[in-house]
């Protein structure tokens, strides 16, 4: 916008600097430049009023942070945990002053200093309260001997995934405390460094072993895509299907490499299963339904409105399940069983499209009844 502005500034100077036209395209030239660079005009103001209304609410917003701190710094703080707690308060008013854009010209730098004194006086307290603890090392070695405690507690776990993550956060929790007196420095360290040691030495030698694992697990599916793929598509049902998905899932995981193309030969293996199920049940329940359109117009047209709104509404109510279902998705995702969780909702959701998709296939049936009526 502002450089339109500037642009339509150098038209009308080139305007200027323009000779004189017939008189019959004066007038009408210049309203039609006129028009347009009004437009411009009123535009560029606008921009400049959206950007006035938004550094006038950035100032409010900063002016709340400003309040904030000051009353952070009002409280008293009497023990370290207090302290931590102001602290991630502070920290989280610092992270969203961040995210806050420039307040109007005139208030900007006075809001900034305001806040920044009012951080500089809380971090001024922090320091001179702890600089006047004469047993700092002391709590930094009681610190340290409960990472060694915590440490030592899940050495031996097989949640390699986990533990794992567990161990390297309580290592950097320990890079963050201060020293501790020096004549428990090195034993307290080497205890928990033995902790961590028994640990990943325990995950390395479990790993070594996965990788034959895997590949025999790799065999076992493929063995189980050549069943499926083998199966007699016109006794197919939807119990089969199933017990493939189970069987499938109880084999566990393969090598990493060939996870993605494992996965897509066997969803295309039961989306053919599922589709040769759908095509044969269709059929069969398609004939009874007929018949049912038959019965049901010999009853009267009452009866049969009343069978389309049965099963329109059953339509609206499986397309709510589908949409509860595929969200459901989502929140399996970082379980233990996720894979069998999400076979198991996927079946449900192709079972309950196949049944949206019969549904319809009959109010179009009645409808085209009804149409032939007419």
Same mark, same amino acid.
């Given at each position: 916008?502002?450089?339109?502005?500037?642009? =339509?500034?150098?038209?009308?100077?080139?305007?200027?600097?323009?000779?004189?036209? !017939?008189? #019959?395209?004066?007038?009408?030239?210049?309203?039609?430049?006129?028009?347009?660079?009004?437009?411009?005009?009123?535009?560029?103001? +606008?921009?400049?009023?959206?950007?006035?209304? #938004?550094?006038?609410?950035?100032?409010?917003?900063?002016?709340?942070?400003?309040?904030?701190?000051?009353?952070?710094?009002?409280?008293?703080?009497?023990?370290?945990?207090?302290?931590?707690?102001?602290?991630?308060? =502070?920290?989280?008013?610092?992270?969203?002053?961040?995210?806050?854009?420039?307040?109007?010209?005139?208030? &900007?730098?006075?809001?900034?200093?305001?806040?920044? !004194?009012?951080?500089?006086?809380?971090?001024?307290?922090?320091?001179?309260?702890?600089?006047?603890?004469?047993?700092?090392?002391?709590?930094?070695?009681?610190?340290?001997?409960?990472?060694?405690?915590?440490?030592?507690? /899940?050495?031996?776990?097989?949640?390699?995934?986990?533990?794992?993550?567990?161990? /390297?956060?309580?290592?950097?929790?320990? *890079?963050?405390?201060?020293?501790?007196?020096?004549? +428990?420095?090195?034993?307290?360290?080497?205890?928990?460094?033995?902790?961590?040691?028994?640990?990943?030495?325990?995950?390395?030698?479990?790993?070594?072993?996965?990788?034959?694992?895997?590949?025999?697990?790799?065999?076992?599916?493929?063995?189980?895509?050549?069943?499926?793929?083998?199966?007699?598509?016109?006794?197919?049902?939807?119990?089969?299907?199933?017990?493939?998905?189970?069987?499938?899932?109880? /084999?566990?995981?393969?090598?990493?490499?060939? *996870?993605?193309?494992?996965?897509? +030969?066997?969803?295309?293996?039961?989306? *053919? =299963?599922?589709?040769?199920?759908? $095509?044969?049940?269709?059929?069969?329940?398609?004939?009874?339904?007929?018949?049912?359109?038959?019965?049901?117009?010999?009853?009267?047209?009452?009866?049969?409105?009343?069978?389309?709104?049965?099963?329109?509404?059953?339509?609206?109510?499986?397309?709510?399940?589908?949409?509860?279902?595929?969200? &459901?998705? $989502?929140?399996?995702? $970082?379980?233990?069983?996720?894979?069998? =969780?999400?076979?198991?909702?996927?079946?449900?959701?192709?079972?309950?499209?196949?049944?949206?998709?019969?549904?319809? *296939?009959?109010?179009?049936?009645?409808?085209?009844? #009804?149409?032939?009526?007419?």
């Amino acid at each position: 916008m502002v450089s339109a502005f500037h642009s =339509l500034q150098k038209l009308h100077d080139e305007w200027r600097e323009i000779g004189p036209v !017939a008189a #019959e395209y004066k007038e009408p030239l210049w309203e039609r430049f006129k028009e347009a660079s009004s437009r411009i005009n009123r535009r560029h103001q +606008q921009h400049f009023e959206e950007i006035k209304q #938004e550094q006038q609410q950035n100032l409010e917003l900063k002016t709340k942070l400003c309040e904030q701190t000051e009353e952070l710094n009002a409280t008293a703080c009497e023990s370290r945990k207090e302290w931590n707690k102001a602290s991630e308060k =502070l920290l989280e008013i610092q992270k969203v002053w961040k995210t806050i854009g420039f307040a109007p010209k005139k208030e &900007n730098s006075r809001i900034y200093e305001r806040f920044r !004194a009012a951080c500089d006086t809380f971090f001024e307290r922090k320091r001179n309260y702890y600089s006047g603890l004469k047993d700092q090392m002391e709590d930094n070695l009681a610190l340290k001997t409960q990472i060694c405690e915590q440490a030592e507690a /899940i050495m031996n776990s097989d949640d390699w995934k986990t533990t794992g993550d567990h161990l /390297i956060e309580l290592q950097r929790r320990w *890079k963050e405390i201060g020293p501790v007196p020096r004549r +428990q420095s090195d034993a307290v360290w080497k205890r928990f460094r033995a902790a961590c040691d028994t640990f990943f030495e325990r995950k390395s030698a479990h790993f070594s072993s996965v990788d034959s694992e895997h590949k025999e697990n790799l065999s076992l599916k493929r063995a189980l895509l050549d069943e499926m793929a083998a199966f007699d598509l016109s006794g197919i049902t939807f119990d089969a299907i199933k017990e493939f998905q189970r069987r499938w899932s109880e /084999i566990g995981f393969v090598p990493i490499k060939q *996870k993605e193309a494992i996965q897509k +030969q066997y969803k295309e293996v039961v989306d *053919k =299963l599922f589709g040769a199920l759908r $095509g044969n049940e269709r059929e069969r329940n398609f004939d009874k339904f007929r018949n049912r359109i038959s019965t049901l117009k010999q009853s009267g047209d009452k009866r049969l409105r009343y069978e389309r709104e049965r099963l329109y509404n059953k339509v609206k109510q499986l397309e709510a399940d589908i949409a509860t279902l595929e969200n &459901n998705i $989502g929140f399996f995702a $970082g379980s233990k069983n996720a894979e069998s =969780l999400v076979a198991e909702v996927r079946v449900k959701i192709a079972k309950a499209k196949a049944d949206m998709a019969e549904a319809i *296939k009959k109010v179009q049936a009645i409808d085209a009844e #009804e149409e032939k009526q007419a």
